[in-house]
């Protein structure tokens, strides 16, 4: 009975050790300006077959939300666990409005390499100082090319090594590009479609006339045009990732590679991108964790883009020097689809370009939003790309009390100091509750939630609640 009992202990042992030497190489696949539109987050219309075979395999967070629907300040948040206002990536990175992140800000990459890992990326980066957001390897790819990213990365990801990978993987599409205000969304297509396409790629073409246009939309020719142009650049996405994962498995790696699919924010239209309503704070994410048995569910987590570093951190075994993070890791929600442990989240907004002054801070519940317009006096600004868009052109051309979307042009433009939403009636956040008396409780509750979070995240602009 003892030698029974014995070898079934050593048994355990060695599959204990064996699990514990496991690879954990991780994927982290961020697409540019991508709202939850696919196939597997119901869109029928959407050609995206290795999505949602990726999604059949993992688990699909259908409340999953970025801090700032803006491109650096976003990225800065996803590689560091901190908001914005605390790791002072307040804005775009590149050229003039050159934001970047304090020099002692500690990195996901720099954090996974002290804890053994090889750290490589392609595409995207949009964050600095590079020092901060350091990277062992970068490889070269057309970063509108998602398949021939994917080959860059080939050597990388086959390599033989007792040290296991983290791959940065950053598409430029389904981005806007800026260009000449025109009503004419023909001229020139923004989403990176080009006649005769990119090698490798069999583009998808999608018509006007078969596209879901989303509530905050205008439903117009203009609008459709562009969104027929945005899915084709989702669909080129897509045969990126089908091309990454083929080869994962072909080197072997598929299954000791955690892969988490994000977009940095959601779609660049007006009424998303730079906003935080939720088509702007809202955005796709898959994670497959080949380590848990139960995948290919939809978990009611809520999880924000600043929790995003904890989580790998925690499943790569890897800390921090010092301990800054602002997020928590969800890990425990891949377990299963019962797992929800979070209510609410936070989003913390202030610039995009340098002339796009416009903060605001938001708490969102599973029920209710309230945004604080910090700066509601001021005009809200547009990004170049946006305000080029033939969609808004289209509405703004006929007037301030056009509607576009569920607003009008003017109210659009001109926001008040406080706006409450009540998500389960009014999922469009049209009808503004913050001056009814019948919800000041609810206002007075959700603001103490923000101004809490502010001081937990030492948000310099908490002083606005005393001096304006």
Known sequence: MMKRFLALLLLVLAVVDSAQAAPKNIVLFVTDDQGQDAGCYGNPKLKTPHLDALAADAVRFDNAFCTTASCSASRSVILTGMQNHANAQYGHEHVYHHFRAYDDVESLPVMLQRGGYRTGRVGKLHVGPPEVFHFQQTFKADARNPVAMADACREFIAKESERP????????????????????????????????????????????????????????????????????????????????????????????????????????????????????????????NPYEAKRGFASREMVSWVDLTPTLLAFAGAKPKVDRLQGRSFLPALAGPDVAEVDEVFASHTFHEITMYYPMRVVRTRTHKLIWNVASPLPFPFASDLWASPAWQDRYAQGPTTLYGKRTVAAYIQRPKFELYDLVVDPDESKNLADDPQHAGLLKELQTKIRDFQKRTKDPWISKWEYE
């Open 165 to 288: 990978f983290f791959l940065y993987f950053c598409t430029a599409d389904p981005h806007r590009g800026g260009g000449k205000v025109t009503t004419d969304p023909y001229k020139p297509d923004a989403f990176g479609n080009k006649p005769g396409g990119y090698a490798g790629i069999d583009e998808v073409i999608y018509k006007p006339e078969d596209v879901i246009v989303p509530p905050f939309l205008p439903d117009t020719p203009a609008c459709r045009a562009e969104l027929a142009q945005y899915y084709q650049s989702v669909s080129r996405i897509d045969q990126g990732l089908g091309r990454l994962i083929a080869l994962l498995k072909e080197a072997g790696r598929y299954d000791d590679t955690l892969i988490v699919y994000i977009a940095d924010h959601g779609i660049a239209f007006p009424g998303a991108k730079t906003n935080l309503y939720d088509p702007g704070m809202r955005a796709p994410c898959l994670v497959r």
